[in-house]
């Protein structure tokens, strides 16, 4: 079956610093992968939508230097929290899927604290 | 979110007993994705819908894109159901978008 694993599962970073999460796509071709974050109120804001040979889409209040994201093949993609500060908390999670009209498989989330 | 409008927002059921939650869609969408969230932090997938009604056990799903909005029905609510229910909508550019949940809790 399809399965996407997310890690690391959580992370605590001290504010300033920087973290990367990474997602890997087993059971399928990961050709479309997109970025959100939860906040502490359970509210999901997209981050950014990848699609392997195309150009990385943020959406507005994110921007590719401060969420970096690498898509390099079918089956991974990775995102850093640049300068994460309190703001940034919440947990991330990537959702992938092989074409558009197939539903997003979800890794577990990344939990990330900023101290 | 602003284009997705979902209620309730929380729901207590006694086991046994049903009901229905609702996504309305402020912009034409072309599928809706429906997971409920476990205390894990966990999305499972439940249902994919780019139209009509599906049913799996105790669960059933409606997306009416005419009319802009889906369902999810719960019926015979075991406490196992507890947990937070969110939908999902695409729009034709690929975009998805959640509604902020429900959070439905079981009792006995």
């Known amino acids: 079956g399809a399965l996407v694993y997310q890690y690391p599962r959580r992370t605590i970073c001290k504010s300033g610093t920087s973290m990367r999460m990474e997602c890997q796509a087993v059971g399928f071709q990961a050709t479309s992968v997109a970025w959100y974050r939860q906040s502490p109120q359970k509210t999901f804001e997209l981050i950014a939508l990848s699609t392997v040979n195309s150009a990385i889409k943020y959406e507005q209040n994110f921007t590719q230097e401060k969420f970096p994201i690498s898509h390099p093949n079918l089956s991974f993609s990775s995102m850093t929290v640049l300068n994460a500060y309190l703001e940034d908390r919440g947990l991330y999670l990537c959702g992938a899927r092989q074409v558009s009209n197939e539903r997003l498989f979800f890794g577990h989330g990344t939990k990330l604290s900023v101290l | 979110g602003d284009q997705v409008e979902q209620s309730p927002s929380a729901l207590s059921l006694h086991e046994g007993t049903g009901s229905a939650l609702r996504c309305n869609f402020t912009t034409t969408m072309r599928a809706v994705q429906w997971f409920q969230q476990n205390s894990r932090g966990s999305l499972i997938n439940l249902f994919y819908?780019?139209?009509g009604t599906k049913e799996n056990g105790r669960l059933k799903s409606t997306f009416n894109s005419k009319e802009s909005y889906s369902t999810l029905h719960i019926r015979d609510a075991q406490l196992e159901d507890s947990g937070t229910y969110f939908c999902a909508a695409e729009r034709a550019n690929n975009r998805i978008f959640f509604g902020d949940g429900t959070q439905l809790v079981v009792k006995p």
């Open positions: 819908l780019a139209s």
